[in-house]
């Protein structure tokens, strides 16, 4: 499969998900009513959560998503969170919102990957924008892990020769040295060769290549 052709099937299976989720979690249940109804209005679905923990509760989205999450919670702080959910949920950007101009807490939380740190009272359409580009960069984070989820399925397919030929025509070697080191005839390296093509439906060496750095074989 070609990584393009991979791309588009995760592309269409995004493009057909329900609406995308926008989670919050603030104590403060003023800014959580402020935010459903300013995330309703901007047509996605809003789940709100008064603590870190009842967030972790919850099973994770299977559509574009993002966290609007403030930085002092009363049991678990939102830098904290942001450390756990880099571990369980890499892909789920986050929007950090605090009443305290806090530099230190900026720097820690943006070299941490937020994509976003406001500071209350924020502004509606500076929110809706920033939640926008979350959205957008999950939504193409779940693009590649169902593109990569294809060419798995077509890996898992291969016979284990398959594979050890695969491993040395993305290595550059010629059917030949392919046919020694195996011991095998190169009229049936070229079988093999075609057979992983058809079933990885890559067009070219080069797609081949590109699959395998994707899936981390070496």
């Given at each position: 499969?070609?990584?393009?052709?991979?791309?588009?099937?995760?592309?269409?299976?995004?493009?057909?998900?329900?609406?995308?989720?926008?989670?919050?979690?603030?104590?403060?249940?003023?800014?959580?009513?402020?935010?459903?109804?300013?995330?309703?209005?901007?047509?996605?679905?809003?789940?709100?959560?008064?603590?870190?923990?009842?967030?972790?509760?919850?099973?994770?989205?299977?559509?574009?998503?993002?966290?609007?999450?403030?930085?002092?919670?009363?049991?678990l702080n939102g830098l904290d969170l942001q450390n756990?959910?880099?571990?369980?949920?890499?892909?789920?950007?986050?929007?950090?919102?605090?009443?305290?101009?806090?530099?230190?807490?900026?720097?820690?939380?943006?070299?941490?990957?937020?994509?976003?740190?406001?500071?209350?009272?924020?502004?509606?359409?500076?929110?809706?924008?920033?939640?926008?580009?979350?959205?957008?960069?999950?939504?193409?984070?779940?693009?590649?892990?169902?593109?990569?989820?294809?060419?798995?399925?077509?890996?898992?397919?291969?016979?284990?020769?398959?594979?050890?030929?695969?491993?040395?025509?993305?290595?550059?070697?010629?059917?030949?040295?392919?046919?020694?080191?195996?011991?095998?005839?190169?009229?049936?390296?070229?079988?093999?060769?075609?057979?992983?093509?058809?079933?990885?439906?890559?067009?070219?060496?080069?797609?081949?290549?590109?699959?395998?750095?994707?899936?981390?074989?070496?």
């Open positions: 499969m070609r990584t393009d052709d991979a791309l588009a099937q995760g592309r269409n299976a995004v493009t057909n998900d329900p609406t995308p989720v926008v989670f919050v979690v603030d104590d403060d249940v003023s800014v959580r009513e402020s935010l459903e109804l300013l995330i309703d209005f901007a047509k996605w679905r809003p789940r709100l959560f008064e603590s870190a923990r009842a967030f972790l509760d919850q099973p994770q989205a299977p559509v574009p998503s993002c966290l609007v999450l403030d930085i002092n919670l009363p049991d756990m959910i880099a571990t369980e949920r890499p892909d789920l950007p986050i929007i950090f919102l605090t009443g305290y101009g806090d530099v230190p807490l900026t720097v820690r939380a943006m070299k941490a990957g937020a994509m976003e740190f406001l500071t209350k009272p924020f502004d509606d359409e500076v929110l809706l924008r920033a939640i926008a580009d979350a959205l957008d960069h999950s939504r193409a984070a779940l693009v590649r892990e169902d593109g990569l989820r294809s060419l798995r399925s077509a890996h898992a397919t291969l016979t284990p020769r398959e594979h050890e030929v695969l491993g040395m025509v993305v290595a550059g070697r010629l059917n030949k040295l392919i046919a020694s080191d195996l011991g095998i005839s190169e009229i049936t390296v070229k079988a093999h060769r075609g057979k992983v093509m058809r079933k990885m439906k890559a067009r070219s060496v080069a797609d081949l290549v590109k699959m395998s750095a994707l899936l981390g074989l070496r």
